[in-house]
């Protein structure tokens, strides 16, 4: 390496260590770089359609949930942490309505368009997903979400106990990233019409449902989203998905969203 490119490779490392060039409510690190690889026809035509349903996707409901479950209270920020631009202690309150930048209205475009009998969710959460989703399922179509909690167990969740009573929605708490996990649901995996993935946006865990998926074989070719792709930690799992793909982020949630393309 030539000691221009060396002085480059170091310069465009030391960038994060010193003061970013943006302050908001939350700052995360990211990098850029070319792609390494490209989308199907079937994912344009799918984002294409995805984007215009969305411009018109009614979420009031979340919004109306949110509220009640979780009110807004005003962020604390140390003086240090203003000063250097950095938020890792502030937790950004979902705005469901905003859009782009959150990804609810997209998601609800994508079930609107691919009317997918069964979706698999991968992190439950909040339920605010799941509930946005449920919106959009043709008749006879349900979601079944999973996650390592009980639904009433997580914090500010917007899930009633009556979300569960028509049997469009079903929450299994099984982590789809073990062998059991994998093994106990590999039959509604290969059912999917449409997978969406908000788990632990480490990498690792969205390194192993991707080879889970691989292994049980994903029959219906599903479109599969992935939630935060531009996060530090989801930067290299994203990189290396070989399949078609495309990032949505600009039209989706403000920290990443992917399309891949499983057909």
Same mark, same amino acid.
């Given at each position: 390496? @030539?000691?221009?490119?060396?002085?480059?490779?170091?310069? @465009?490392?030391?960038?994060? =260590?010193?003061?970013?060039? !943006?302050?908001?409510?939350?700052?995360?690190? @990211?990098? !850029?770089?070319?792609? *390494?690889?490209?989308?199907?026809?079937?994912?344009?035509?799918?984002?294409?359609?995805?984007?215009?349903?969305?411009?018109?996707?009614?979420?009031?409901?979340?919004?109306?949930?949110?509220?009640?479950?979780?009110?807004?209270?005003?962020?604390?920020?140390?003086? =240090?942490?203003?000063?250097?631009?950095?938020?890792?202690?502030?937790?950004?309150?979902?705005?469901?309505?905003?859009?782009?930048?959150?990804?609810?209205?997209?998601?609800?475009?994508? $079930?609107?368009? /691919?009317?997918?009998? %069964? !979706? $698999?969710? %991968?992190?439950?959460?909040?339920?605010?997903?799941?509930?946005?989703?449920?919106?959009?399922?043709?008749?006879?179509?349900?979601?079944?979400?999973?996650?390592? /909690?009980?639904?009433?167990?997580?914090?500010?969740?917007?899930?009633?106990?009556?979300?569960?009573?028509?049997?469009?929605?079903?929450?299994?708490?099984?982590?789809?990233?073990? *062998?059991?996990?994998? *093994?106990?649901?590999?039959?509604? %995996?290969?059912?999917?019409?449409?997978?969406?993935?908000?788990?632990?946006?480490?990498?690792?865990?969205?390194?192993?449902?991707?080879?889970?998926?691989?292994? $049980?074989?994903?029959?219906?070719?599903?479109?599969?989203?992935?939630?935060?792709?531009?996060?530090?930690?989801?930067?290299?799992?994203?990189?290396?998905?070989?399949?078609?793909?495309?990032?949505?982020? @600009?039209?989706?949630?403000?920290?990443?969203?992917? =399309? $891949?393309?499983?057909?």
């Amino acid at each position: 390496m @030539s000691l221009g490119s060396l002085r480059a490779a170091a310069l @465009s490392r030391l960038e994060l =260590l010193g003061p970013w060039p !943006i302050s908001a409510p939350l700052v995360r690190a @990211s990098l !850029i770089a070319p792609r *390494s690889s490209g989308p199907s026809e079937r994912l344009l035509d799918v984002a294409q359609g995805a984007i215009a349903a969305a411009r018109g996707a009614d979420v009031s409901e979340l919004a109306e949930r949110l509220e009640a479950a979780d009110p807004p209270a005003p962020a604390e920020r140390s003086l =240090l942490t203003r000063l250097r631009g950095r938020n890792d202690g502030v937790r950004l309150r979902p705005r469901p309505d905003r859009w782009p930048g959150e990804h609810y209205k997209l998601l609800v475009g994508l $079930v609107g368009l /691919l009317a997918p009998k %069964l !979706i $698999v969710e %991968l992190g439950t959460a909040t339920g605010l997903s799941a509930i946005a989703m449920r919106s959009a399922l043709p008749p006879g179509g349900r979601i079944v979400t999973f996650d390592v /909690l009980e639904w009433n167990a997580y914090p500010n969740t917007v899930l009633t106990d009556a979300d569960f009573a028509d049997g469009r929605i079903e929450q299994r708490c099984e982590d789809l990233s073990t *062998s059991a996990g994998l *093994s106990a649901n590999a039959q509604r %995996l290969r059912e999917a019409d449409f997978i969406f993935v908000d788990a632990l946006h480490d990498g690792e865990q969205e390194r192993r449902f991707v080879r889970g998926f691989d292994q $049980v074989g994903l029959e219906r070719g599903p479109i599969v989203m992935f939630d935060d792709i531009r996060l530090w930690r989801m930067l290299g799992f994203w990189r290396e998905i070989a399949r078609p793909k495309l990032d949505l982020t @600009s039209f989706g949630h403000w920290s990443g969203t992917g =399309l $891949v393309d499983f057909a």
